[in-house]
């Protein structure tokens, strides 16, 4: 689990964790959740252009991160800062074949909602289990400032894992 950046780790250190399955042992992955997941690209989204100056993330902001982040010369096509680039990474049917359950949370208040919904609709598309909840309103980091919003999540990761990560 994690949110933001820590969402873009989880997916793509999920992503790696599928090739060295037989090297984990005992240890299974069962699933991934990426709570608003920090994803990026060099082609703007709508709601990267709505919201420029976003009042957590503004564009300059998540530019300035992701220059801090990829290695030098790399752009934020780079697949670690976007998924969606050249249709999704080849390990995502790794994922699909080990019955990974991969699950989803967003909301349309944040600049980065509609590559987040994208991302979704990637990962259905190549046969991924995957469940998402996009809410109306809110920012980015919703659902670790506002209880109600915290009370929601912990219901989704109930309905979609069959339990809770914490008591």
């Known amino acids: 689990m994690g949110s933001s950046a820590g969402a873009n780790m989880v997916y793509n250190v999920g992503l790696d ?15 991934l959740l990426l709570v608003q997941p920090f994803f990026g690209g060099v082609k703007r989204t709508e709601s990267e252009l709505n919201r420029t100056d976003d009042q957590v993330i503004p564009l ?28 999704g990474s080849r390990k995502i049917g790794k994922i699909r074949k080990m019955y990974i359950q991969v699950a989803a949370l967003g909301c349309d208040g944040d600049p980065l909602f509609y590559r987040q919904v994208k991302f979704v609709k990637l990962l259905e598309k190549r046969g991924v289990a995957v469940k998402s909840s996009f809410c109306q309103d809110g920012s980015h980091g919703i659902y670790i400032k506002e209880v109600a919003k915290i009370e929601e999540m912990l219901r989704f990761i109930k309905s979609v894992f069959g339990c809770y990560f914490v008591d």
């Open 17 to 31: 964790v599928t090739t060295l399955v037989k090297d984990l042992k005992p240890l299974t992955l069962r699933g």
């Open 60 to 87: 300059v902001v998540t530019d300035l991160m992701w220059e801090l982040s990829l290695p030098i010369g790399a752009n934020r096509d780079d697949p670690y800062c976007n998924p969606l680039i050249h249709g």
